[in-house]
């Protein structure tokens, strides 16, 4: 968990850092707009507004902490959706020592945030058509979106075909070797935390997500 935790806040930092102190160097996370809770290793990020300015410093954040998470810490399966949530959150202490806290996300936003996450089988994340209904208005912001995501045919359990833009796991062409030591690193990642990939359904997730991987192969 506290790999998770240091993602997320590097993730959301997008590399700005704190002053180093005692050796250590922490995410400055002064400056991001966005939001994010995690329970357990289920982690959301969400906006506050439907701006675009908003909306790309969600990709970009999401963008970094998808490629990281496949890569190295866990086979994460993630979704961007727009949709209305609600977060609540408080807490309290009465006099007698007991407490009352809250932290509460909810709304269809992320039901349809969670479904479509769920039903992924592989280790990656899409973005959704709700997004690219907004960016495409635009060619600029089409323009950045292609930096971050490339369209692809989404594994999915249900038989779903049709390409949708999902995050890149390489910003550049891999060699040979680089490419067979990015693929142990995504097999790596389905064994950490002692987790047997003996599964059919784990080697299946295994293969679409390298198969996904030979896209930057040179």
Not at 17 to 45: H, Q, R, W
Not at 203 to 212: H, M
Request: hydrophobic letters at 35%; glycine letters at 6%; a positive charge.
């Amino acid at each position: 968990m506290g790999h998770v935790f240091r993602d997320i806040e590097f993730s959301l930092s997008l590399g700005n850092y704190e002053k180093p102190m005692s050796g250590l160097i922490l995410a400055d996370v002064s400056n991001s707009t966005l939001n994010c809770i995690n329970i357990s290793d289920t982690i959301v990020f969400w906006t506050n507004e439907c701006s675009i300015e908003a909306l790309k410093e969600l990709i970009k954040v999401s963008y970094e902490f998808n490629r990281k998470q496949v890569s190295y810490n866990f086979p994460v399966r993630g979704s961007i959706i727009k949709g209305k949530i609600r977060f609540v959150n408080g807490n309290s202490e009465n006099k007698k020592g007991g407490s009352y806290s809250v932290r509460c996300l909810y709304g269809r936003g992320i039901i349809d945030a969670h479904n479509k996450a769920e039903n992924q089988n592989w280790a990656g994340s899409v973005i959704d058509n709700s997004i690219i209904n907004d960016l495409i208005k635009n060619d600029k912001n089409l323009n950045f979106l292609l930096k971050y995501a490339i369209k692809y045919k989404v594994p999915y359990k249900t038989n779903i075909k049709e390409e949708e833009y999902v995050f890149k796991l390489s910003e550049k062409l891999l060699n040979s070797k680089a490419f067979e030591n990015a693929s142990q690193g995504i097999i790596d990642t389905f064994k950490l935390d002692n987790k047997s990939i003996d599964n059919p359904s784990v080697q299946l997730k295994i293969e679409n997500t390298i198969s996904f991987l030979s896209l930057f192969k040179e």
